[in-house]
């Protein structure tokens, strides 16, 4: 039995919803090439394993789940050092209503080395914008569980920027 999707299936989904993944995947891997990569793995695991998208009462959510683990899998496999490729360049748009780009960019910066809940939180909270309340119940957790993870992020980030800070 053939759990994936036909090729045909998965051209029309490209084609409704490439750019918002490409969008996506590029500001995960800060890296266009990576996002390239993990735009072609996602297709790829359609092809293979993309029947649920067809029941998916979200689909681009479920979509977005994809992306962002193909995403991530590229950043973690990654062996070259990243050029910090500005933020402004992969994302005209900008980062949502309501959060600090500075703290955004610290944010896409650690996804390479958090779990994959974390990582998950974070692109949740820093790509699309969304509040304590909707990553609880987009993820199943309580909001002070979600608000003590993010708690925890936040302090990482600092802690990763002032270790990078050279000291005067």
């Known amino acids: 039995m053939n759990t994936g999707l036909t090729q045909q299936e998965v051209a029309s989904v490209y084609q409704r919803y490439g750019a918002f993944l490409r969008r996506r995947a590029r500001l995960v891997t800060r890296d266009s090439a990576l996002a390239e990569d993990a735009l072609h793995d996602a297709c790829l695991n359609l092809l293979r394993s993309g ?4 029941e998916a009462t979200a689909p681009l959510g479920w979509l977005y789940r994809v992306i962002d683990r193909t995403s991530l899998d ?7 050092l ?8 992969l994302d005209p748009i ?14 896409l910066e650690l996804l390479r080395d958090l779990d994959e809940e974390s990582a998950q939180i974070t692109i ?5 914008g969304m509040n304590q309340s909707e990553i609880a119940a987009h993820l199943g957790y309580s909001r002070v569980t979600i608000s003590k993870r993010i708690r925890a992020l936040r302090e990482r980030a600092s802690w990763f920027v002032d270790a990078e800070e050279p000291s005067s």
């Open 51 to 54: 029947a649920a998208f067809r």
């Open 94 to 107: 900008g980062a949502p209503p309501g959060v600090d780009g500075d703290l955004r960019l610290r944010a």
């Open 124 to 128: 949740l909270l820093y790509v699309d």
């Open 82 to 89: 990243r050029s910090a490729t500005p933020l402004d360049s």
């Open 74 to 80: 590229q950043l973690r496999r990654g062996k070259r």
